[in-house]
């Protein structure tokens, strides 16, 4: 290797040749990972992960930021027992005359009740045998009153009529007298037998089922019946009593 000679004469001492190595390619062996690979020279830069070494430490019931539910306070009120008394309100101590029906109630016997409605059923059919209203002045006590004062028929005007003849077993003339009642005897009379019967002595007839809506689609059918009796024009002056 040549000497370098400088501008003012001076030489220049030789030193060793600088050469650019270029990019470093991958180093030889069998994976150019290191982090895969750890190297001869040394024991890997990236220690394994383990739970002291998280950054994140475990969640634990003392450092959760949420309550349990069990914990969280309850804002709604316990809702009463079935059949006592409601929170807020004071129950009314029953009188004396209450009272005295209550312990006669218990201390009668299971067929008491049902005889004492039959004996109700009984002097009503009497009184209607023996005052005969087929042949009472319209203004014989008792009357309707609002037959009395304004002349129209009321929805119950007719029944007494109705009922002695359906005793006398002449059904057109019951009918003409109060249609509905003549058609609603029959039901009512096998309501109050079936609970007649299991009241007194554990029958247990078959049960009619009556909906709401029949019993509504009954009572409109009774008002409609109420307003045609009364009306001036034929057929419904037939029906007038």
Known sequence: MSDVTSVDGATA??????????????????????????????PSSVAPWSPASS?????????????????????????????????????????RLTRFVGRLYERSPRWMVPLAAVGCVAAGIGYTLLSDPTRSAPDALPSCLLKLTTGLDCPGCGGTRALWYVLHADLPAAARHHFLFVFALPFLAYLFVAWAGRQAFGWRLPELRISPKMIGGFLGLWLAFSVARNLPWAPFTSLYV
């Open 13 to 42: 001492q030789p030193g060793p040749t600088s050469t650019d190595p270029g990019p470093a390619g991958p180093p030889a062996g069998p994976s150019a990972d290191p982090v895969a690979a750890p190297s001869s020279a040394g």
């Open 55 to 95: 950054p994140v430490a475990p969640s634990s019931p003392a450092s959760s930021p949420v309550a349990p539910l069990s914990a969280a306070p309850s804002s709604v009120a316990p809702l009463p027992t079935e059949g006592g008394p409601v929170p807020g309100y004071l129950v009314a101590e029953p009188d």
